[in-house]
């Protein structure tokens, strides 16, 4: 071979590089915690606006139905690793070590061509494998000042964590291999508990009064389970640490971490406003209790605020440095949750509030602007849509379906599931929510509780969307309940939940 023959052949194996990288499509995939999409203006939220996320949503498509298949933050990170269930990827409670060994969907994207990385809150247990470059949050992280871990080193950083990881997203990008398609996950922090706003937000909320839930003094009646919940915005949530109320700032955890600056404007507000305010209103019973659900509403919404600023800053950029049309980008949480529906905050329960997450999704060139979705969609189909996307081949023990054809075809017209598996581990602590599995169709709702409680609920989502009537065992039921747990035992041996067979089988 002569040099002009490998000169042209270098420069075809160049071009077919280049071309190859162009097809593949960038991801970037921000992922939140316990971001209730009633608090999104997307989702017809009345209780505020989320100008950011929504941009997202008018440029792409909002998936009405979108499940977890395990409410709770450090199993649905594992999930979406994996593309399976919890009792498939050994992650069933937090605070375990998640297996960074098994096959994930980034680390195959990495043999593909793609550089990937992890920024944010991660809250595995281990460090991440499978990413190029990663930044994590240390365990579930701190809103302010918090330590960040990468692969030689852990540093505290100063400032605001939403800030910060939107800071070292956009750097990640600046400096990434420009000549290779990326992957980036963005974790946020945003709203977990304990919800402490930026202090640009502080107050933001604080001119609104918010209705109270139609189901905020339920009293849980034939619900065995929910009457045995310690996750009531009444007995659980507290004055002093969730809603800084008189808080200890010289205690060494959370306010500890605070430059002199920041402690001074957060105390100027709680202290001298907040705590001055519930002084003087001398609360008591259910007045104190509709308090407590202001005070969680315009913190956690506050909270909410720098998020949705954030993902404004991260559209912008890509729109700046030309990467819109390249990229896609998924808004989602890792669960659903409470916004004092059932007098609760938190999620776990299969009710609707915490098994429906948001999602939505813009793929330029395939995504129909403002269009939704209301097909059954699980978090176990995240990794093999991202795989479809880019053109990688999902291996055959993924549990979770592509919903690709969704966003692609009129979604009336897809072979798509008609029913969904869900399965909830974590007992007692912290929030006592007894462990359960169920089935979700797009009308009804069947749910097996066990451990300390054998109890059933099965609920018409059509006449009673706000599941307070538990129609197990009633007259006219049994024609619905008996197709229901067919087809719920169907699933369980379609995804080899052993334990959940052996449950349901017991007489």
């Known amino acids: 071979m002569n040099i002009l023959s490998k000169i042209a052949g270098c420069i075809l194996l160049f071009t077919a590089a280049n071309s190859y990288a162009q097809q593949q499509p960038n991801i970037i995939f921000i992922f939140s915690d316990d971001h209730a999409y009633q608090t999104i203006s997307a989702y017809g939220s009345k209780l505020a606006q989320t100008p950011n996320i929504d941009r997202i949503a008018n440029q792409g498509v909002r998936f009405r139905n979108a499940l977890v298949t395990n409410s709770i933050c450090g199993p649905s990170r594992a999930t979406l690793l994996t593309g399976k269930y919890s009792h498939i990827n050994g992650y069933t409670l ?30 595995l247990g281990n460090l ?41 997203s956009v750097d990640w990008l600046n400096n990434r291999d420009k000549s290779k398609p990326f992957f980036l996950v963005v974790g946020e922090k945003a709203t ?30 034939n619900r065995v389970a929910a009457q045995n919940q310690d996750m009531t915005i009444d007995k659980t949530m507290r004055l002093r640490d969730d809603l800084k109320v008189h808080a200890n700032y010289e205690q060494k955890g959370i306010y500890g971490r605070f430059t002199p600056e920041q402690k001074k404007v957060f105390k100027a507000y709680y202290e001298d406003k907040i705590s001055k305010e519930f002084d003087e209103k001398h609360l008591s019973g259910d007045s104190l209790v509709q308090w407590k659900y202001q005070r969680y509403l315009k913190d956690y919404l506050a909270t909410a605020r720098s998020l949705d600023r954030n993902i404004g800053q991260l559209l912008d950029y890509l729109d700046k440095n030309g990467l819109a049309e390249n990229t896609v980008v998924v808004y989602a ?12 905050f938190d999620k776990r329960f299969m009710y609707e509030e915490s098994l429906r997450t948001p999602f939505l999704i813009k793929y330029p060139g395939v995504t129909k602007p403002g269009t939704t979705v209301d097909q059954l969609m699980l978090n176990i ?28 075809e009129n979604p009336e017209k897809v072979n798509w599931r008609k029913s969904a598996y869900y399965h909830y581990y974590e007992f007692p602590q912290p929030h006592h929510v007894y462990p359960h599995f169920g089935i979700r169709t797009e009308r009804y709702t069947l749910i097996r509780f066990y451990g300390p409680s054998d109890s059933w609920e099965l609920y018409d989502l059509q006449k009673d ?12 039921a049994e024609k619905i309940t008996a197709s229901l747990k067919k087809e719920l035992k169907k699933l369980i041996l379609q995804y080899k939940d052993t334990e959940a067979l052996k449950i349901l089988e017991e007489k």
């Open 381 to 408: 189909d995240w990794a093999p849509t991202f795989l479809q996307i880019a053109g990688v081949p999902v291996p055959a023990d993924i549990q979770g379906t592509s919903f690709l054809p969704l966003l692609k």
């Open 333 to 344: 949480s890792d669960q659903g949750f409470y916004m004092g529906e059932h007098g609760w």
């Open 465 to 476: 969307p706000h599941e307070i009537n538990n129609r197990y065992g009633s007259k006219g």
């Open 94 to 123: 937090n605070e375990k070590k998640f297996n960074v060994g098994q096959q994930l969907f980034p680390r195959m994207l990495q043999q593909h061509g793609y550089q990937t990385a992890w920024i944010g809150k991660w809250h």
């Open 192 to 221: 977990h508990r304990e919800w402490l706003p930026d202090l640009q937000d502080l107050g933001a909320y604080d001119d609104k009064d918010f209705p109270l839930p139609p189901t905020f003094h339920d009293d849980y009646k």
């Open 128 to 168: 991440p494998d499978g990413f190029d470059y990663w930044r994590i949050l240390k365990g579930q992280g701190q809103y302010y000042n918090p330590d960040i871990i990468g692969p030689k080193d852990t540093t505290q950083v100063e400032g605001y964590v939403t800030n910060i990881i939107t800071q070292f």
